[in-house]
């Protein structure tokens, strides 16, 4: 790669920091044109892997994807040994991965005689291919070594990548792979969408689902093998799997998941290059992996729809919601419309509510204009009167409705209507209303008055 660490020994293995002006040219792509291309090509395989990835993860085939790429090694090792037997160049890059691409498909093969013609689950018979390919690899591996031609001549780099070994014109392989896998992952995006979700309907309906199957698992193949000296054959699946399961934190919908996790694995891929240009004794392949893993963690926690904070938020906020609630229902049930201190103390000991969430449920209350403070506790207001005549009619018309239709005892009702009773919308109310009426059930009209 173009920006080489200051050496002050051969056993120096510290890198020297980037300037800021080195920094923006290989951002900008003006790093030299095998950087650049370098860049480029990873950028792409993300993307690719992005989008592929996410109908593997949609078909629940992402551990597949692990064997396929341990599966290539023996592939690798023995398109070297025939390339240099015939006397071509063993080393040549479209050589090796179309090795790599026929073990790799004979052990997904494998894995799928295991499943048809064994009681094996499939993730044994994973383990079990996994293992004895990758053995197998290594194996071969060490012949080659000992082989008079030559040494390995650098295969060991496909186990973990070495993007600094690539050269433009193994970079343009790759995008190129990459593209042509993007090209037809959209071509056939409504196919993959209908298997990816419903295939026993396709199934039904008359899709080749089979034909469809092996086309998702040709994508993976050709991502897979594109991605093996960038990334390695280790880590490459994780490109194929982190990319939408990060998306999958932003959207619910298809297409806005497909978009998001090209974008994800394209980021990853294009600051990976860049952070192994600029510090070139890191390994591209594991901080591509990294990359991805960061942005893996941020969509986890700060993704609006199903991050971890988004969550938690609405979570508390409906656990004050309803605490609120109980207290509007205490209250509006006592003939003053006033709790006293000692009646909440005891309300917050009977729910397992903290001084300090008690404290926050009667602020947000007071915040609301639900509740009035009183020298002898809190006093409803009539918004609050109003809330709580609600919750205390829901409580009582999903107690008879419990008692009425699942024939189970009064005694018994109390905490499954304490559950519900918050949730109940409006219409489904007046369902339960219609019901006991229908059966002839008095339907209380809420509070005292029922």
Known sequence: MLFLAQRGSITDVSDAWPTFQQVLDAMLLRAGHNTTVVI?????????????????????RALMADALAHATLPGIGLAFIAATVLGFEGRSLPVLLLGGA????????????????TRLKEDAAIGIVLSVFFGTGIVILSYIQSMHSGNQGGLKSFIYGQTAAMSAG???????????????????????????????????????????DLMMMALVVAVTVAGLQAVGLILVVAMLIIPPVAARFWTERLRTLVILAAVIGGLSGYFGSIVSALLPRKPAGSVIVLTSGVLFV??????????VLAMSFRRARLRLRIAGEHVLEEAFERESGVLEHGTLRRLAKMRGWTVLFRGVVLCGLRMDRRIVKTPQGVALTDAGREDGARVSRNHKLWEQYLISYAAIAPSHVDWSVDQVEHVLSDELVRELVQALRDRGVAVPEGGRAA
Do not use: Y
């Open 40 to 60: 480029i090509g990873t950028t792409l395989l993300g993307i690719a892997a992005g989008i592929v990835g996410v109908f593997g993860l949609l078909r629940k």
């Open 298 to 307: 941020v969509s986890m926690f700060v993704a609006p729809a199903r991050g």
């Open 170 to 212: 193994d970079a343009m392989l790759m995008g190129g792979i990459a593209l042509a896998a993007v090209v037809v992952t959209f071509l056939l995006f409504k196919e993959f969408a209908l298997v990816g979700f419903n295939d026993a309907f396709a199934k039904v309906g008359g899709w080749p689902v089979t034909f469809i």
């Open 102 to 117: 026929i073990t790799g498909v004979m052990g997904v093969g494998c894995i799928q005689l295991l499943l048809r013609h």
